[in-house]
């Protein structure tokens, strides 16, 4: 395979510049929207689905072999939720929505019942209608804290309190939040998967 290019299947900037500096310079990965604006609907019922959807529709788009990010973050409170619909979960108003509602469910909740997941599923197909696609999962335990802090990183980053290393996944750097997180794990999959490095 030749994985010199890669296009990725994503319009979020935070997981772009992540996964690239995870590859380092080996591949180049250029982003969907260079391409197209239209983002699919993400219809799935599992990360994985989702993954290997966003994956083909940017295959099929751009002529070139695609890596897709599907991710969320899994609540146990919540009995799972927000999940697949993470960036859905207050109807598309964006993170700080997405945020505040988040912590407006967990009202009340004790530390001790705030444990949660950050969800990473990589699926990168050679084509569209690829019938192999390889999928790499990475999981990240940690807690939703009461209130946001720090800066770095996207999405829920505010919100996660990292256990290992005592700050909010928003106040590591990001080198360090790419050594540990979900995405890093299941990056290092992938690479494993593709004899890379
Ligand atoms: O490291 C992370 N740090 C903080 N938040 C994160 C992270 N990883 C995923 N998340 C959140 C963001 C979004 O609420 C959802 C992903 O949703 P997801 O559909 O996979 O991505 P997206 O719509 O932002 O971009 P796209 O689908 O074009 O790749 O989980
Ligand atoms: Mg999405």
Not at 135 to 147: N, P
Request: aromatic fraction near 6%; charge should be negative; proline fraction near 5%.
């Amino acid at each position: 395979m030749n994985l010199t290019q890669l296009v990725l299947a994503s319009h979020n900037a935070g997981k772009l510049k992540e996964l690239q500096a995870m590859l380092g310079d080996s591949v180049q990965l250029r982003s969907i929207g260079e391409f197209s604006q239209v983002e699919p609907e993400e219809t799935g019922l599992s990360f994985v689905e989702n993954a290997i959807l966003k994956a083909r529709n940017a295959a099929r788009i751009s002529g070139l072999p695609a890596l897709a990010d599907d991710s969320g973050l899994a609540v146990d409170f919540l009995g799972g939720a927000p999940g697949i619909y993470s960036a859905r979960y207050a109807d598309g108003k964006g993170d700080a929505a997405n945020n505040a509602k988040l912590l407006d469910a967990l009202k009340d909740v004790p530390d001790a019942e705030r444990g949660a997941q950050f969800v990473c599923v990589l699926a990168l197909v050679r084509h569209a209608d690829d019938p192999l696609p390889i999928l790499c999962e990475g999981l990240w335990h940690g807690r939703i804290l009461h209130a946001a802090s720090g800066e770095h990183g996207f999405g829920y980053d505010p919100l996660f309190w990292v256990p290992e290393r005592n700050v909010s996944s928003a106040e590591l750097s990001p080198a360090d939040k790419n050594q540990i997180s979900h995405r890093a794990r299941a990056m290092d999959l992938l690479r494993q998967r593709l004899s890379l490095k």
